[in-house]
């Protein structure tokens, strides 16, 4: 989302409501609750629901283009991929939720402070 204005579009979570996988279940409400916990606004996309075929579709299309796994839950913002369950640990674990969510603008100056090499003088 490189776009002036932030997306005021809630995230999608592509989650299956038929799973025989205790893991997937599980890790599909630990996305919703990680969601709920920071306050961020989310609509659940039910892919095993024959109503949302066009959704299923997109999703294995978008993950097939960026050869990626279909593997549940899955997080889209503004039908840009932005991570899947591992990724959004890893965004919580760093403090990167709201930019790998692209769901506030990118603060690149504060990026660039923290990456520039410090000069050591000897």
């Given at each position: 989302?490189?776009?002036?204005?932030?997306?005021?579009?809630?995230?999608?979570?592509?989650?299956?409501?038929?799973?025989?996988?205790?893991?997937?279940?599980?890790?599909?409400?630990?996305?919703?609750?990680?969601?709920?916990?920071?306050?961020?606004?989310?609509?659940?996309?039910?892919?095993?629901?024959?109503?949302?075929?066009?959704?299923?579709?997109?999703?294995?299309?978008?993950?097939?283009?960026?050869?990626?796994?279909?593997?549940l839950p899955?997080?889209?913002?503004?039908?840009?991929?932005?991570?899947?369950?591992?990724?959004?640990?890893?965004?919580?674990?760093?403090?990167?939720?709201?930019?790998?969510?692209?769901?506030?603008?990118?603060?690149?100056?504060?990026?660039?402070?923290?990456?520039?090499?410090?000069?050591?003088?000897?």
């Amino acid at each position: 989302c490189e776009s002036a204005t932030p997306s005021i579009m809630p995230v999608k979570v592509y989650i299956s409501n038929i799973s025989a996988s205790h893991l997937i279940t599980g890790r599909q409400r630990q996305v919703k609750h990680i969601l709920d916990t920071y306050n961020i606004p989310y609509m659940e996309v039910d892919i095993s629901d024959p109503k949302q075929s066009g959704e299923k579709e997109f999703l294995q299309k978008s993950l097939f283009d960026k050869n990626l796994k279909l593997t549940l839950p899955q997080v889209f913002n503004d039908n840009e991929f932005c991570c899947d369950y591992d990724g959004l640990l890893c965004a919580v674990e760093s403090n990167q939720l709201k930019q790998v969510l692209k769901t506030s603008p990118t603060t690149s100056t504060s990026n660039q402070q923290q990456e520039t090499p410090l000069m050591s003088s000897s």
